[in-house]
RNA sequence: GUGGAAUUAGUUCAGUGGUUAGAGCGCCAGAUUGUGGAUCUGGAUGUCACGGGUUCAAAUCCCGUAUUCCACCCCA
């Protein structure tokens, strides 16, 4: 039979790299409930308009990335590209705006682009996010990206620098565009093609080439930054006030824009050198109109979505050691397939007794038995043989000095759990 | 969607036209009969990515496809 491989962009994660994966997963748990976030759990995939309204029809996700499919039932679905849009609609869907606000929201999905791959980017990926739903004010976006200062912290993670920038809203975001326009106008014939057609369809996107031929024009072009309206001026400041006041360092891009058209005011990122030319680690903002593109009444919210596999290659890159495997805290080695049967029953036991415990499953003699349980880490082995059988007593062996003590056998789970103390 | 590089054992890789395709690591077994880590000895495992072509002869040269990696685009 021909062998089927996993499809393209997608990939298993194994263990122990699976041990890695539990690890910032926990993490990230633990610091969410601390700060008042629970987690929501929602479809792998939605009703293709979902996305259209929600991350916009414009959008490259939208366009050209999106997992679309027909079902059975003639419903053009959308595996999800984000994560937002989801948890947007279920946030309207189950009635949250009638709860006390801000909303707190987190989760950890797989999310689908259909993209070509490179480092750091895969057509299956995994994101933690966090939604707060439902306060105006700049106090909550510098919560948030408390939160996330935290979590990297706690992972032992450092150099990561926090962008921030502001793209307005829908008050003051046409004058800017024209503004931007007028600028860009008169320059197009030294800019790059694509620039010329970024011009047209969102000219935003031109702050973000990369081109050298572009890079004098980009330098002097307008900022939104500068072109905000009192309100969005007043929330980033807020904002920049509340962060110095939490103790999170940051640096204004002016050039950050994100490529989700919901993003309103704030946007941010989190940016490492680690992850070749995929350096947002995170990347998240404000969506003050999302929640009525999906149905819902006018409600403001921001978030974020953090990519699971660019944090965990920035650790690596960090130096930080990765989450080894639980070890086994007892081998039960049996002496020859007569005493297999006891062994079996003793590990069992001491499983049932809440102890991480191993036994040879393969009939392999005693000597393999020994350097299996070596090689996974055992902290004890206990030798069960015709003597120990029959004497009801066996040799507790530690296995990091070679030391042996004599053990009741009916004692053992409760003497295990004395010496692992 | 575009471009470059790659694909050989479980894994990392060597092998650029000529016998039964190799190494390290890993795996299995043994080194006097019931004890791991070190060392030594032996062993198993390959449709050489897939499909065509050139040739007396192809892992090796050519074409196509797939996948991986890197970059553009864009994003987590």
């Known amino acids: ?8 962009g997608t990939r298993d994660i194994l263990p122990p790299e699976t041990s890695a994966w539990q690890a910032v997963e926990r993490a990230f748990a633990s610091v969410c409930a601390r700060f008042g976030y629970a987690e929501v759990r929602v479809p792998t995939f939605e009703h293709t308009e979902l996305f259209q309204r929600g991350v916009g029809d414009t959008t490259d996700i939208v366009q050209k990335e999106m997992y679309t499919f027909p079902d059975k039932g003639g419903r053009s679905l959308s595996l999800r ?14 009635g949250m705006p009638s709860l006390p606000a801000p909303v707190k929201l987190y989760y950890l999905i797989s999310a689908f682009r259909y993209e070509n791959v490179q480092k750091g980017r895969y057509r299956e990926f995994h994101q933690f996010g966090c939604e ?25 993670l450092s150099r990561l620098a926090v962008r921030l920038n502001s793209i307005g809203c829908p008050a003051c975001r046409p004058a800017y565009h024209e503004a931007l326009r007028a600028y860009l106008r008169p320059r197009l014939g030294e800019m790059c093609g694509l620039c010329n ?6 000219p935003l996107r031109v702050l973000d080439c990369k081109e050298e031929r572009c890079q004098p024009a980009i330098e002097g072009a307008p900022a939104q930054l500068d072109h905000l309206c009192a309100d969005c001026r007043a929330h980033f400041d807020g904002l920049k006030d509340e962060l110095d006041r ?31 030319t995929q350096g947002t680690i995170c990347g998240g903002g ?6 009525e593109e999906v149905g819902g009444p006018p409600t403001p919210g921001i978030g974020f979505a953090l990519g699971v596999e660019r944090l965990l290659m920035e650790m690596g890159a960090q130096g930080i050691p990765a989450a080894a495997p639980a070890t086994v805290a007892l081998y039960v080695a049996a002496v020859d397939e007569a005493a297999g049967g006891a062994a079996r029953a003793l590990c069992h036991r001491v499983r049932a007794a809440g102890v991480a415990a191993e036994a040879e499953w393969n009939g392999r003699g005693l000597k393999a038995q020994m350097k299996a349980a070596n090689r996974m880490g055992a902290r004890y082995v206990v030798v069960l043989g015709g003597d120990e059988l029959a004497a009801g007593t066996a040799r507790l062996k530690d296995m990091k000095d070679g030391s042996e003590r004599e053990v009741a056998l009916d004692r053992l789970p409760q003497e295990l759990a004395a010496a692992l103390k």
């Open 81 to 94: 590209p984000e994560g937002t849009a989801g948890v947007m609609r279920a946030y309207v869907e189950n």
């Open 1 to 8: 039979m021909p062998q089927i491989k996993a499809p393209k």
């Open 197 to 202: 057609e970024r011009f047209d369809r969102n």
């Open 286 to 291: 404000r969506y003050d109109g999302l929640v």
């Open 246 to 276: 939490i103790g999170v360092p940051y640096s204004v891009d002016r050039r950050i824009v994100r490529g989700l058209d919901y993003y309103t005011r704030t946007v941010f990122e989190f940016v490492s050198e680690n992850v070749g």
């Open 132 to 156: 707060a739903v439902g306060s105006a004010g700049p106090a909550i976006d510098a919560e948030m990206i408390g939160l996330l200062s935290v979590f990297f912290g706690e992972l032992g």
